[in-house]
């Protein structure tokens, strides 16, 4: 076993373990890992598919050597259920907030670990990177993830995994070198397939989805208005979801 191999396991295996230490089972699956080079040609690419003010690995870390991207699938339970309620779901919201919440302790437990190995680290939040202003996001999970190859871009704009797309994603760049997934997952969208589904257009509420475009600020307004109603009616303080485009999705859930 090469000695980045080792390295790439224990990685691997504090995401695992600190999210274990969450003990939702009930809401999470076990997390899928890979890494991609901070020096992949597509993170400069980003910047003419997404906008200039995506920044590259080099820009948030210096000595930025490798990217890590993950991966934590929802149950079952919480991946169906967007498609059974007329607005927000309380157990997709929950899922979303509880997940957000702990990925800063699975960021910390890999960045304290290299860290004492002796490399750099910049772990990045796992949502509201962006301006609520303009809705532009300075990092991409799902942009990092494909190209980790941990999945592929179906047409709702979700990264389909080897597990579904219902889930949520996070990142922790580092100066340590490991090594870079090769084999990115086959496509398993059946619209990219063979163009036999897009339940995605037609189940969202806004109309924000097409082929060709994505009417984000028709969709964050309706995030907005979902975390209304279920802050004023639940526990929940972070509650801006929707998940329909997601759950209505033949490969939202993959066991």
Request: with cysteine.
């Amino acid at each position: 076993m090469r000695a980045n191999d080792i390295l790439e396991n224990s990685i691997e295996q504090k995401i695992i373990d600190s999210l274990n230490e969450l003990n939702r089972p009930d809401l999470f699956r076990s997390p899928v890992v890979a890494f991609s080079s901070a020096e992949d040609e597509r993170y400069s690419k980003l910047k003419e598919i997404i906008g200039d003010w995506h920044l590259n690995p080099t820009e948030l870390l210096p000595d930025a050597k490798s990217v890590i991207s993950y991966f934590v699938p929802f149950t079952k339970e919480v991946a169906m259920e967007p498609n059974t309620v007329e607005h927000g779901s309380f157990l997709w919201s929950e899922a979303y907030q509880e997940i957000n919440r702990h990925f800063d302790k699975m960021n910390q437990a890999v960045a304290d670990y290299l860290t004492m190995l002796g490399y750099s680290t910049k772990t990045i939040q796992a949502t509201h990177t962006y301006d609520p202003k303009d809705l532009k996001s300075m990092w991409s999970h799902r942009s990092a993830a494909a190209i980790a190859g941990l999945g592929a871009f179906g047409l709702n704009r979700l990264l389909i995994t080897e597990k579904g797309s219902a889930g949520r994603f996070c990142t922790v760049i580092t100066s340590a070198p490991l090594q870079a997934n090769s084999k990115p997952l086959d496509n398993k969208c059946l619209y990219v397939k063979n163009g036999s589904c897009s339940l995605c257009l037609k189940i969202c509420p806004v109309q924000a989805l097409e082929t060709e475009s994505f009417k984000k600020f028709d969709c964050q307004d309706e995030l907005n208005k979902n975390e209304s109603l279920m802050t004023a009616s639940t526990p929940l303080e972070i509650a801006d979801t929707c998940g329909k485009c997601i759950s209505v999705c033949p490969v939202a859930y993959i066991e």
